[in-house]
């Protein structure tokens, strides 16, 4: 089924390891994003990027890090994990146009101790 | 800064009424407003998408309403089902590509 698949859907993390979520769209999408949902806080940008080779960052982008070296593919590194990145994380994409609707992957939780 | 309210932070009702959700966005000069549901665990699922030119928008029952003088959007669910509990969610999409999203209404129908 077309859409957006998320890896991993759960991870536990000590603090300092690092570790990348892993997510990838097969509607050829020129646009994708990751956020992140924290109660009380909603959902909140992390990067994003509107194509191969183009990234840019979002509302929260410290200790993050992305690259997009293809157009299905939108990986999300974690440097040196935090127990503040625990959180639950959503790809999203769209297409080329702002118009278009955000469809978004099933999201990955994520627990730092 | 955009800012994205959404009240109330949870609703619930008795099935078969008719309910509105409320968005208010502080900066008006925004290209579109989306609506989206989502079930707990899950991701979201996009519902209605109002262009800034337009006033609103339907599917089934749903009813997206939008006033971009006033700064505010509603969502009109009609004869609501148990099906329709979750929680739904507004974001208004500004000049740059990023969508700022309310923190939802919560919502649950009662059989």
């Known amino acids: 089924n077309a859409g957006v698949t998320q890896t991993p859907k759960f991870q536990v993390l000590k603090t300092g390891q690092s570790m990348t979520l892993q997510c990838a769209q097969d509607?050829?999408?020129?646009?994708m994003s990751w956020y992140r949902q924290d109660p009380g806080m909603g959902l909140r940008l992390i990067h994003y990027?509107?194509?191969?080779?183009?990234?840019d960052q979002g509302e929260v982008p410290n200790g993050y890090n992305v690259s997009r070296s293809t157009t299905e593919d939108f990986p999300l590194r974690l440097l040196s994990a935090a127990p503040s990145q625990t959180s639950v994380y959503f790809c999203?994409?769209?297409?080329?146009?702002?118009?278009?609707?955000?469809?978004f992957g099933a999201g990955s939780r994520l627990t730092v101790l | 800064k955009q800012e994205v309210t959404q009240i109330p932070a949870a609703l619930s009702v008795p099935e078969g009424e008719n309910l509105v959700l409320n968005c208010s966005f502080t900066?008006?000069?925004?290209?579109?407003l989306q609506w989206f549901r989502q079930d707990p665990g899950k991701g979201l699922t996009s519902l209605l998408l109002?262009?800034?030119?337009?006033r609103e928008q339907t599917s089934g029952r749903l009813n997206a309403s939008l006033d971009k003088s006033s700064g505010r959007s509603t969502l009109y669910i009609a004869a609501s089902q148990p099906g329709d509990s979750a929680t739904y969610l507004c974001?208004?999409?500004?000049?740059?590509?990023?969508?700022?999203f309310g923190k939802g209404t919560k919502l649950t129908v009662n059989p």
């Open positions: 999203a994409s769209r297409g080329q146009f702002v118009a278009n609707v955000l469809t």
């Open positions: 509607m050829n999408h020129e646009y």
């Open positions: 990027s509107v194509g191969a080779g183009i990234t």
């Open positions: 900066d008006s000069a925004i290209y579109n």
């Open positions: 109002i262009q800034s030119s337009q």
């Open positions: 974001a208004a999409q500004g000049g740059s590509e990023k969508l700022v």
